[in-house]
């Protein structure tokens, strides 16, 4: 068996059959050095229980508390640098690998990357695409040229170098990224994996799309499922964040009138949809990106 061994982790939070599902996906893998870990993220039900019942093969690792994406990924990640894996893939548990993702992914690694993507369709729509890469806006760090919600075509077969990848699927490179940094644990969850992008390109390493691995996510196509007031609060806690530490790579005060007006946007949009509980949970979630900014 000469190929690397490679750790997979996945986190869980209250979902056990959504992550055992995606767990059996990783056993069809056609890579023959994989190990699979299962972080469960403080669930506080019968999660654990059923894992250690159903995944006798896995690597169960209970938390007492929900410490976020971030930093329960980080956990996965020291986990494999403390037993010597030199690949990690980090993978969420609504995403459902094909066998041979895992192998079309590793046969794309090399020394100067730092994460490799699979592309990542739709699951309700497998034709679709969900994310294929990001390039970065010039100027407002934006994601661009994603192709979300685009019929998959010849526009989107090549295996590419990116600005950025996001955290549903991705194989690491852990030698590489040590002795850069893990996740920034100021993210409980959503811009993580944006800021991890810029980060270790800033230090020289690429990051690459994987165009023949695939990897199908159980979201809404529409997204137009109306985002909780837990979610909505962290995305704009996690966004503050971000646009605060990253403005210098592109133009402050643009950004700052773009993110002004952005937010501005999902006030009104908010206050004229009357979802008060939502629109105060979006406040507050700026409000503590900004104290944690502060606090440096």
Known sequence: MNEPPLLAIILNWRQPALTIECVKTLQQSTYPNLKIMVIDNGSGDESVSVFQQSLPDTIIVPLPENLGFARGCNIGLRWAQEHEYKWALLLNNDAFVTPTMVEQLMAETAADIGLLSPKIFYQAQPEYIWF?????????????????????????????????????????????????????????????????????????????????????????????????????????????????????????????????????????????????????????????????????
């Open 132 to 296: 294929a890469g990001a390039a970065q806006h010039p100027r407002l760090l934006e994601m661009r040229e994603t192709g979300q919600g685009e019929r998959d075509g010849s526009k989107w077969q090549k295996t590419r170098d990116v600005d950025y990848l996001v955290g549903t699927s991705l194989l690491v490179n852990v030698t590489a990224v040590s002795p850069i940094g893990l996740f920034d644990e100021k993210y409980f969850m959503y811009y993580e994996d944006l800021d991890w992008s810029i980060r270790l390109r800033q230090a020289g390493l690429r990051l690459r799309l994987v165009a023949n691995a695939h990897v199908y996510h159980q979201v809404s196509f529409s997204s137009g499922g109306q985002s909780s007031p837990s979610q909505l609060y962290h995305q704009a806690k996690s966004s503050a964040i971000f646009f605060y530490l990253h403005a210098q790579e592109g133009q402050p005060l643009l950004i700052l009138l773009f993110r002004s007006g952005s937010a501005l946007k999902k006030i009104g949009r908010l206050l004229w949809q009357r979802q008060i509980s939502t629109l105060l949970a979006y406040i507050k979630g700026l409000q503590d990106g900004w104290h944690i900014i502060k606090k440096g």
